[in-house]
């Protein structure tokens, strides 16, 4: 089992190394001059020189891609004296963390991954991303929470009444969430419960899960906030879960061991339920762990329309800013909640299924 989980670590890594390359040089070679972008296009050519220097892209790309590694990784390699070195243990940066010190000039540096700074507020990525992802981390928890609940239970309830009229109905309604573009069912949901029925629903187009009282001034929360926004991004997760709900537990029924269980003379309802639907949701399971992850990403566009106050909205306002540290701090927080989500995913089915870890 060891082997088996150090193997599922070591493709994470491997899987998350590909990811920042790929992330590197994707921002990096995309035209434009992110310093004439911050200085505006009257800027002098000494000016502009200043600050791709203070960036570090006035050095080779292959020198910028083992920097950018070299802020990341946990465990880095500093030169700790010559300032102009591009591996220089710089406090501004990296705060004053714990080091090995490996002769006069060098030294190993056990560190927070460092994301680089905005280009627009020079603010760190990583306390913009940490302001942020709660809220995004909430959005994502509760919409996947909503699909899963609706999704799996109408799914069971499609599945025990094949081709009925409700079977029928789900099917279509299903169709029609995954087809559905999240921006648009986020408009028309705000145009009917947030503006034409806001005075029966209570529901408020707003852009946090907090507001601010106006009797005592301090952040009050408001979870009413949350329900149209976690609508709207669950819409599609909780229609591939229905229609993934019944089919697997169809599938199930029709094996063996469930019609044993019935010649027994088990109840209907006892065999679905206490046989077949834990056998059933397995594969449910998985979707909703992926989905959780996928959320978190596919918020952007929601957050956006509800004005949610999330990660989302900064990835947006820095694709608007060619601010290209954010986006890609952004990106790689996405993508290693997709690569930790996975390995936990496969951990977890190795140690309840020991056929997993033969293969």
Known sequence: MIRFITKRFLYGVLVMLGVI????????????????????????SLSIAAINKDLGRDKPLTTQYF?????????????????????YLDSSKYGHPWKVNLGSHHALVFKAPYLRRSYQTKRKVTELILETLPETFVLAFASILIASILGIGLGIIAAIRKNSWFDRISFVVAIIGMSGPSFFVGLLLMLVFGFLLSDYTGLKVVGSLYMVDEYTGKEVLQLKNLIL?????????????????????????????????????????????????????????????????????????????????GIGNVVVEALNNYDLPVVMGSTLVFATIFIVMNVIVDIVYGLLDPRVRVQ
């Not at 992330?23 to 009257?42: E, K, S, T, Y």
């Open 21 to 44: 390359t790929v992330i590197f040089l994707l921002f990096n070679v995309l035209p434009g001059d992110p310093a004439r972008m911050m200085l505006g296009q009257h800027a002098d």
């Open 67 to 87: 920097m950018y590694l070299n802020d990341l990784s946990p465990i880095s390699w500093h030169d700790t004296k010559t300032t102009t070195s591009a591996i």
């Open 229 to 309: 926004p976690a609508i709207t991004l669950g819409m599609r997760p909780w229609a591939i879960i229905l229609q993934l709900t019944r089919s697997s537990l169809l599938e199930v029924m029709s094996h063996d061991y469930i019609r044993t269980a019935k010649a027994k003379g088990l109840s209907y309802y006892k065999v679905i339920f206490k046989h077949a639907l834990k056998n059933a949701l397995n594969p449910v399971i998985t979707s909703i762990s992926g989905w959780l992850a996928g959320l978190m990403a596919g918020a952007v566009l929601v957050e956006n329309v509800f004005d949610w106050k």
